[in-house]
Every structure is written in structure tokens, then in C-alpha cells.
């Protein structure tokens, strides 16, 4: 008999162990795991390390493996970026430097001294004074630009034939629109009316010499050197009409007066 309750004693106790044990796992179907007090009633050594332990907010603890998942994931998030740094060091690819398109023109650089326009004087032009038959007693003054650089042809011509003390007035309406540009081997005119047609000018007399000055962008007197052209062996004969034009850049503007 005492054999027959012996057995049904750790019968009895086997079967509520199995109940607690049944119940405590009940208890925890929270999501939050196996309590250490459910191992404990089996019989089982209780865990108290906190890694034993996973958090209630689904972050795992300092030195937890999903601590050391995470960490890979950051690490190699660095390294990919690292790799392709490495990689494109050891292919030695270089970043291709900015090149100019084949046939580019080359950037316009700022004009030199040297390229600048002048005022035309004779030291950079030659002058030729041609007597005409038609208009009558008139004289075509024909500038031509012999430097390398481009001149400008100011105003109207300061004429002096002979010894005269002053040089002859302008015709005002001759004046053109634009200042007189010669470039390199072009050439600019202005005509001289040397005397009146109908014989009313006064002290009239004949000349064998010429001076040609060039007045500057002021207009406040001539600049340079002067021109000398020759004459016709026999002179030219002036009176008190003389008078010239503005510079013109055509040759029918000049003998339009």
C-alpha cells in the first residue's frame, strides 16, 4: 500500500508540474517570451543575464546579438560606399579633365596698343592734292592709310597754301554722319573749292606749295605732322572763296560740293 501512494504521489506532483508549467507558458503568449520563473518551475537553472532577456520594444540590448546584426548593417552600409571609393582608386580611373570642342575658337582677348585706332597724320598716311576740270576750279585731297593700324580722318582738312596766316573755313553741310575710318590701305577725300567761278572772289593769286594738317578728336587744332603734297609745276590760283569739305569716305561724296 505505501508503495501504491508513493507512486501516485509523484504521479500527482509530475502532473500539476506539468499544469504550472502549461499555465506559466499560457500566461506569457503576450509576445513578451518565457519568463525565468516558468523555466524555474520545471526544475531548470534561471537565467539572469540581460541578454538572455529580449527587450519589450524590439531593440535588442548593448552586446546583444541583434546589437551585432545591427552594427554589420551600418558597417557595411559604410563599407559600400568605402568600396566603391576603393574600387574606383584601384581601376585608377581618372575624373576626365574639361577639354575645349575640337575647333573651339579661342577666347577673344582684350585689344592691345598696339591694335587700337589713331588719329591719321602724315606720319602713318599718304596725301595727294589732284587739281579737277569737273566741278571747275576745285582740288580732290585723296588720304590713304599706309600703317598697320586703323586711323580715323577727324573733321575737315586745316589746308594752307603758300604763306597764307590762316587756313580756309569749312562748308558746314558737308559734314557726313560718321567719322572717317581707314583701315590699313584704304583711303578717305575731301575736295577744296580753290576759287570763285564767276570771278568775284578777291585777292586771288597763285600758290605752288601745300600743307595738309589733321585735326584730332577734340577739334581744338591740328595734330601730328603735317602732309606735303606736290602741286602742279605751274601752281594752283585761290582767292578768297576758298573753302573745303568735311572728310568724306567715298570720293563722289567729296566732289558733290
Same mark, same amino acid.
Given at each position: ?33 518565457? +519568463? ?18 529580449? =527587450?519589450? @520594444? ?31 582608386? /584601384? ?48 582740288? &580732290? ?24 596766316? @590762316? ?6 553741310? =558737308?559734314?557726313?554722319? @560718321? ?14 573749292? &580753290? ?7 578777291? +585777292?586771288? +593769286?597763285?600758290?605752288?606749295? &601745300? ?16 602732309? +606735303?603734297?606736290?602741286?602742279?609745276? /605751274? ?23
Amino acid at each position: 500500500m505505501s508503495v501504491l501512494r508513493t507512486s501516485r504521489t509523484r504521479l500527482v506532483g509530475a502532473a500539476t508540474t506539468v499544469v504550472l508549467a502549461a499555465l506559466s507558458l499560457t500566461a506569457c503568449s503576450d509576445g513578451t517570451g518565457v +519568463h525565468a520563473e516558468s523555466v524555474a518551475a520545471t526544475g531548470a537553472p534561471a537565467a539572469h543575464s540581460p541578454a538572455a532577456v529580449p =527587450s519589450r @520594444a524590439g531593440t535588442a540590448s548593448p552586446g546583444s546579438p541583434e546589437t551585432g546584426r545591427a552594427a554589420a548593417v551600418t558597417k557595411n552600409g559604410t563599407t559600400k560606399t568605402g568600396t566603391t571609393r576603393t574600387e574606383t582608386a /584601384k581601376t585608377g580611373a581618372a575624373k576626365p579633365a574639361a577639354t575645349k570642342p575640337a575647333g573651339a575658337a579661342a577666347t577673344p582677348q582684350a585689344a592691345t596698343s598696339a591694335d587700337r585706332p589713331v588719329t591719321c597724320d602724315a606720319s602713318t598716311t599718304r596725301t595727294v592734292a589732284a587739281p579737277l576740270n569737273r566741278p571747275v576750279n576745285h582740288m &580732290l585731297l585723296t588720304v590713304t592709310n599706309t600703317g598697320s593700324r586703323t586711323c580715323y580722318l577727324y573733321y575737315y582738312p586745316s589746308v594752307r597754301f603758300g604763306d597764307a596766316q @590762316a587756313v580756309p573755313p569749312v562748308i558746314k553741310d =558737308s559734314q557726313p554722319q @560718321a567719322v572717317v575710318t581707314l583701315a590699313p590701305g584704304e583711303s578717305g577725300y575731301a575736295s577744296v573749292s &580753290l576759287s570763285a567761278t564767276d570771278g568775284s572772289g578777291a +585777292h586771288g +593769286h597763285t600758290v605752288d606749295s &601745300l600743307t595738309v594738317y589733321f585735326q584730332g578728336r577734340s577739334g581744338n587744332g591740328s595734330v601730328g605732322t603735317g602732309a +606735303h603734297p606736290s602741286l602742279p609745276a /605751274k601752281g594752283v590760283y585761290v582767292d578768297d572763296s576758298l573753302k573745303v569739305t568735311y572728310w568724306q569716305q567715298s570720293m563722289d561724296d567729296a566732289l558733290d560740293w
